[in-house]
C-alpha cells in the first residue's frame, strides 16, 4: 500500500488523524510512505513519526522531491529510507513567530530548545553521529542530495533512474536554498511565494496585536464587573434590614396568632345559621371580617329561596326585605337612609325570638360593612 504524503505537515495539508486512519487501512501490510514535503508542524509531524514507528508492518520512505525541516523526521520512522535521483533531504533547527512580553519570548525560546533535542536525538539514532555534530549540521540548515544523505546516514538507498528536476515551491522560508534548486522556479512564482508568505507574516502579526488587545479589553472589563459587584455587595450590607431577635419575632408571632383567632370569630359569629360552609371557605380564603359581612348578606339574599319552607312567616317577610335591599352594602352605611327606615319597620314587625335574633344578625351585619 503506498501513501502519499504531498503536502505541508498539519493545518490544511496532512494531519496526524488522517495518516493513522490510512495506516489502519494497510492493516499490517508493506506500507511505501512517498514524501515532497517543505514541513509545517513540529508537533504534527512527530505525532506521524511515531505512527510509523509504532506501525506493526514493514515501512519504507520514498522521497520523490524534498523532505525538509519536519519532513525528514518523518522520513526517518520508517525501516528503510531511499532518495530519488534529484531530491534533496533538508535538516535545520526549529524556529516559531511570537509575540508578547520578554517573559513570553523566553519561554517561547526555552520551548524550542526542548524541541529541538528532541529531534537532535532522533536524527543521531538514526545516523549513529553524535549530537554535537547533528546540531552542527542544524545550525547550519543543511541540504543533502541523494549521494550525501547516503553517505551521512540519514538515507539508505539511492534510487536510480529518471533524474528529477527538482524545484522548491514551498510556503517555508529557507536560509541556504541550493542553488540548483532555485534556478528550477520560475522569478514570477519566486515573487508570488514571497508574497504570500510576507502577507501571512502580517496577518499573523495583526491576529497577535488584536489577540493582546483583545485580552486587554476582557481584563479591563472583568475589573469593571469586579467593582460594580463590590459596590452592589456594599449597597446591600448597608440596605439589609436590621435582624429581629428572638424575643421580637415571638411577640411578632403570638400578635399573628391573636389576630387570626379574632378574625376568625368575628367572621364566625356574623353568619347565619345555615352558612357554616361558607364560614370555612371564608376563614381558608383569609379576608376580613367587613368583606365576609358582604358575603354573608349576599348569599343570605341569593339561596333565601331554598330554606322558605321551612322559616318562619317573619323570616320570610325579612328575606322579601333583603331582596329590596341594595345591592351595594356602602350605600346602606348612613343614617336616616330608606334601607334603615326598612330595616327599622321590618324590626318593628318582627315577632318572636326567631325573628329578633335574625334582624340583630342584619344590624350587625350592616354595622361590619
Known amino acids: 500500500m503506498t501513501i502519499l504524503l504531498f503536502d505541508e505537515i498539519g493545518g490544511m495539508g496532512v494531519t496526524p488523524d488522517v495518516f493513522a486512519l490510512e495506516l489502519d487501512r494497510a492493516n499490517g501490510e508493506a506500507v511505501e510512505i512517498r514524501i515532497n514535503s517543505g514541513g509545517g508542524s513540529v508537533f504534527d509531524g512527530l505525532a506521524i ?34 532518495m530519488n535521483e534529484g531530491s534533496f533531504f533538508m535538516i535545520h533547527n526549529p524556529w516559531t513567530i511570537s509575540g508578547g512580553e520578554s517573559k513570553d519570548l523566553r519561554q517561547a525560546a526555552d520551548i524550542l530548545d526542548k524541541i529541538q533535542s528532541q529531534i537532535v536525538d532522533i536524527y543521531a539514532s538514526a545516523t549513529g553521529k553524535d549530537a554535537a555534530e ?31 528536476a527538482a524545484a522548491l515551491k514551498t510556503k517555508y522560508i529557507f536560509n541556504n536554498i541550493p542553488q540548483e534548486l532555485v534556478s528550477n522556479m520560475d522569478e514570477k512564482e519566486i515573487k508570488a511565494e514571497v508574497a504570500e508568505v510576507e502577507v501571512e507574516a502580517v496577518e499573523l502579526v495583526e491576529d497577535l496585536i488584536a489577540e493582546v488587545e483583545t485580552e486587554e479589553i476582557v481584563a479591563e472589563v472583568e475589573v469593571e464587573i469586579e467593582a460594580e459587584a463590590e459596590v452592589e455587595t456594599k449597597v446591600e450590607i448597608e440596605e439589609a434590614p436590621k435582624a429581629y431577635s428572638e424575643e421580637e419575632l415571638k411577640n411578632a408571632v403570638a400578635l399573628a396568632l391573636s389576630d387570626e383567632r379574632e378574625r376568625q370569630s368575628e367572621i364566625k359569629n356574623l353568619a347565619f345559621d345555615g352558612q357554616d360552609k361558607l364560614v370555612n371557605q371564608l376563614i381558608e380564603e383569609g379576608i376580613s371580617a367587613k368583606d365576609a359581612a358582604a358575603r354573608f348578606i349576599n348569599d343570605y339574599k341569593e339561596n333565601g329561596a331554598l330554606i322558605k319552607s321551612e322559616a318562619p312567616k317573619a323570616k320570610l317577610d325579612l328575606l322579601a326585605f333583603n331582596s329590596s335591599a341594595p345591592q351595594s ?33 342584619i344590624v350587625k351585619l350592616k354595622k361590619q360593612a
Not at 552542527?136 to 536510480?160: H, R, V
Not at 337612609?337 to 327599622?344: A, F, P, Q, W
Open 49 to 82: 513519526y511515531n505512527l510509523i514507528k509504532d506501525y506493526e508492518g514493514p515501512t519504507t520512505v520514498i522521497v520523490d522531491g524534498l523532505a525538509a525541516s519536519i519532513a525528514s523526521v518523518i522520513a526517518l520512522g520508517a525501516d528503510k529510507l531511499v
Open 134 to 164: 547533528i546540531i552542527a549540521l542544524m545550525d547550519a540548515e543543511t541540504w543533502l542530495n541523494p549521494d550525501e544523505a547516503l553517505e551521512m546516514g540519514f538515507a539508505q538507498e539511492i534510487k536510480s533512474g529518471l533524474k528529477i
Open 329 to 361: 352594602l356602602e350605600d346602606g352605611n348612613s343614617e336616616g337612609s330608606n334601607e334603615l327606615d326598612i330595616l327599622n319597620k321590618a324590626w318593628s314587625e318582627a315577632k318572636g325570638a326567631e325573628q329578633a335574633k335574625i334582624m340583630n344578625k
